[in-house]
């Protein structure tokens, strides 16, 4: 456990778009052209109404003006936590480049076109996962699962409709923070807060 790691790839000078959405898009192009692995692997947390924070890994599926799209089960334990509390934190982590980006905003379903769109693309066996898994609920065992899988082979021989109760997110940012790993852990911190319709940039200590 006594590993010390000198961060020294890189370094953030100033803030180089007025808009956090352009800085986040050149940040994400890297790390997909330095080979980060699965560079849109972001952790999304959400919380509770008791105020219990959950954390898990998702993946971001497009890059919007607005903000980013993932897609999940809207009954999993996710999906309950955002229709109570939208407010959703992201964490991209680009090890090759020594990077993390936080995001901070509000979760909202995406039109149901949209969704239908993805869900046409995905594997066969994505979408037909999507049916048999009622994601973060109890099962009795993986056995009840796999029927649940031949369940839905049958019901859909041909095309697969998207389950209603599965789509996209648009989480529409109200902060984000970009973290350039340092000598030292004299890391960069440069960090946009919306303010209306603008963005206040600020650097913040490491
Ligand atoms: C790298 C990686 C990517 C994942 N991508 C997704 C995803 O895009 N959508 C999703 O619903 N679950 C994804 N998962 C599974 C989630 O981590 C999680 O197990 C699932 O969404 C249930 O979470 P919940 O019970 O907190 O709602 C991914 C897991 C990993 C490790």
Redesign the pocket.
Known sequence: MDQRYDFKKGKLEGFKHEDPMLFFKEWYQEAHEHDCA?PH?VVLSTVSTDGQP?S????MREMLEEGII????YL????GNILKNPKVAALFYWDCVERQVRIEGVAEKVDKSISDDYFANRPRISQIGAWASE??SEIDSRETLEERVKHFENKFPNEVPRPPHWGGYLIKPHYFEFWQGRLGRLHDRLCYTKDGNDWRKSRIAP
Do not use: C, E, F, L
């Open positions: 699965d692997a959950s898990r890994m998702v993946y993932i897609y999940t089960n999993s334990k996710k999906g994601q973060s």
